[in-house]
């Protein structure tokens, strides 16, 4: 079994910062591209930012220049530093790995979500 456990989400006011971190651990042969994700109430889910085994990077154009997604892959843990928050980008995030298992499963794995509040 594969599990993807995040953290760091929380309460903040507008223009502060969060880290959320998000651990993939099991069954894991190799991780290939890792994201974050946000849900916000009565929205469809959508990308936030996208990190490749090498690190190349994309990112959606609300959070370009705030937000800074990174990855130990010793760890196969993926990090989203969030500045400059704002009350839009209060959601659910979620965190989402694209991995292969020792048993020849290739596929995405979702995380449970972390709530993230943006409001003074």
């Known amino acids: 079994q594969v599990h993807l456990v995040e953290s760091g989400g929380g309460l903040v006011q507008p223009g502060g910062s969060l880290r959320l971190s998000c651990a993939a651990s099991g069954s894991i042969f190799r991780v290939y591209a890792m994201g974050w994700y946000r849900q916000a109430p009565g929205k469809q889910r959508e990308l936030v930012a996208l990190i490749t085994s090498l690190g190349s990077t994309n990112y959606a154009d609300p959070v370009k220049g705030r937000f800074t997604i990174s990855r130990d892959n010793a760890t196969n843990t993926v990090y989203l530093q969030m500045n400059s928050l704002k009350p839009e980008d209060t959601a659910v995030y979620y965190c989402?790995?694209?991995?292969?298992?020792?048993?020849?499963?290739?596929?995405?794995?979702w995380g449970q979500g972390t709530q993230v509040t943006v409001s003074s």
């Open positions: 989402n790995a694209g991995l292969s298992t020792v048993t020849g499963t290739l596929r995405n794995y």
